[in-house]
């Protein structure tokens, strides 16, 4: 174990701002002088801290002082062999992992309810998907985690498959059968590649699940920012060497990283990984708790459900997170994304998202007793003022889709404009989605059904935040001419 008391690139960077050097290389805004209002909305130690690579602070692209000391304590606090500090968001995390773990023309099985960057890193690097169809729970309108039988008859359908992408937890935080399923495919000859945006704070609390690195996969990519606690964007990449090689994985991240790396990114992993391994457990403790007892509290109000593993079919769900506070809102006869917007427009509570049936809250290290207080009570008053008939809504949408063309052969493929409420039974030649998640209803390459298209309408009747296509208005889907 190394000490993790030690912080080598924060100690680089305050070194390098006491040492007042004159700057006459990039950033162009030379600590904020001569720009009033950046100075005020950001404190003169932010602005000093935003340098660029030079020899005392190390490069990010080739990393062997500070950057790499950091790397390595970020590596063994992941129980991982190395690390990579990631400045593109997790979105790169994710792209560089499947783009290390297959070639052009691989065969990669996922989960359909992956992240879009998964499926980008598909058009990226020509990789073909073998999609499993996760458990769907149609009392909460969500996909789930995939059961270890899934994997054995998708690894049966696809023999040629390289890899597994897997997800740890997914956004509800709902947890696969981790163990079992990576050892099953490890023992098929598979790489296996998770994707751990929402698991950053898991190996920081005996309480919380089990990382895939626990469990000796190959990859994990870890969303730092989202519930470790360091600043947006900034991530890491997780590797065990004994099948794939650093160097390899070093250019792969290479192709997509900044060659300007933010200081203020990767000093934030620095930092955020010291405070994890000294402080997590006690910090994560209470975050437990104000979760917990913000659970009991929704459940005893008429109409909301704040599912936890028990409300789950245990075939798509082997454990949970509890700090993922997710709440079913169709009771009181509202959309998730209804209640997403009274929570902002009526509470001035800004939740992570809403879906047609939940809305999702995401607890961290930095929440506090008033604020899930507020939270509790704002859902209760909404419960109160708003409730309706129980609303039924009967989406399957993730399972309904099947793949005509890969990502990359529909991304290139000739399209043409057709009007969506018309375009069940086509070909999507674009993403359509919600962000957040980010989850694509359809990606590019899929069988349109006619209940995707009612599930599209829905998000566009409750003023769900759709994107993915050209067409802003959400009228058109560019689909692959026939
Ligand atoms: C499961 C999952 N993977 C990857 C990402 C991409 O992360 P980022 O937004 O940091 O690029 C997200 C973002 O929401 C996600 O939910």
Do not use: W
């Not at 162009?28 to 020899?55: C, R, T």
């Not at 790489?191 to 704070?201: M, T, Y």
């Not at 427009?345 to 507020?374: C, P, W």
């Not at 404009?417 to 993403?431: M, P």
Request: hydrophobic fraction near 40%; aromatic fraction near 8%.
């Amino acid at each position: 174990m190394l000490d993790h008391n030690k912080t080598p690139l924060y100690d680089a960077l305050r070194k390098h701002i006491e040492s007042r050097v004159i700057p006459f290389d990039v950033p162009g805004h030379k600590q904020g002088h001569g720009n009033e209002e950046l100075q005020k909305l950001f404190p003169k130690s932010v602005l000093e801290a935003d340098v660029n690579s030079m020899k005392s602070l190390d490069f990010l692209g080739n990393p062997i002082s500070v950057i790499k000391e950091a790397e390595d304590l970020l590596a063994d606090a992941y129980l991982s062999d190395e690390s990579f500090f990631i400045v593109n968001g997790t979105t790169q995390a994710v792209q560089a992992m499947l783009m290390s773990a297959v070639n052009e023309g691989d065969t990669v099985i996922l989960p359909r309810n992956v992240h879009k960057s998964a499926i980008n890193a598909m058009i990226l690097c020509g990789a073909k998907p073998h999609y499993m169809y996760p458990h769907f729970e149609a009392k909460f309108g969500m996909t789930i985690g995939v059961s270890l039988e899934e994997v054995k008859k998708a690894i049966e359908e696809a023999p040629e498959a390289k890899a597994i992408f897997l997800i740890n937890p997914t956004y509800y935080g709902v947890i696969s059968e981790l163990k079992a399923i990576i050892e099953y495919a490890q023992c098929q000859g598979l790489l296996v590649i998770v994707d751990e945006a929402h698991g950053a704070h898991f190996p920081f609390h005996k309480e919380l699940p089990k990382t895939a690195m626990a469990y000796g996969a190959d990859m994990a990519a870890v969303s730092l920012h989202k519930t470790g606690g360091s600043l947006t964007q900034s991530s890491a990449l997780l590797l065990n060497t004994r099948k794939i090689e650093r160097d390899h994985v070093k250019t792969i991240v290479n192709l997509t990283q900044s060659t300007s790396a933010s200081y203020l990114l990767m000093t934030s992993l620095d930092l955020t990984r010291k405070f994890l391994m000294t402080q997590g457990e006690k910090n994560l403790e209470m975050v437990l708790e104000l979760a917990r007892n913000a659970r009991d509290k929704i459940n005893a109000i008429d109409g909301l459900i704040a599912f936890s593993a028990k409300d789950f079919n245990p075939e798509g769900c082997y454990g949970f997170d509890e700090t993922k506070l997710g709440v079913c809102v169709t009771g009181i006869g509202l959309t998730g994304i209804h209640v997403y917007d009274l929570l902002r427009d009526e509470y001035n509570i800004q939740v992570e998202m809403g879906d047609s049936h939940n809305i999702l809250a995401i607890f961290s290290v930095g929440d506090t007793e008033k604020r899930v207080n507020q939270l509790v009570s704002a859902l209760s008053a909404i419960a109160q003022k708003y409730k309706r008939e129980p609303l039924d809504l009967k989406f399957n949408s993730f399972n309904a889709t099947a793949v005509a063309y890969s990502p990359r052969e529909a991304f290139y493929k000739e399209k043409e404009r057709i009007l969506i409420t018309e375009s069940a039974g086509r070909v999507s030649g674009e993403f359509v989605m919600i962000y957040p998640p980010g989850i694509p209803i359809l990606a590019p390459g899929e069988l349109i059904t006619e209940e995707i298209c009612a599930y599209i309408e829905l998000l566009k009747r409750e003023k769900g935040s759709i994107s993915g296509l050209k067409d802003n208005n959400v009228e058109y889907l560019y689909c692959i001419k026939e």
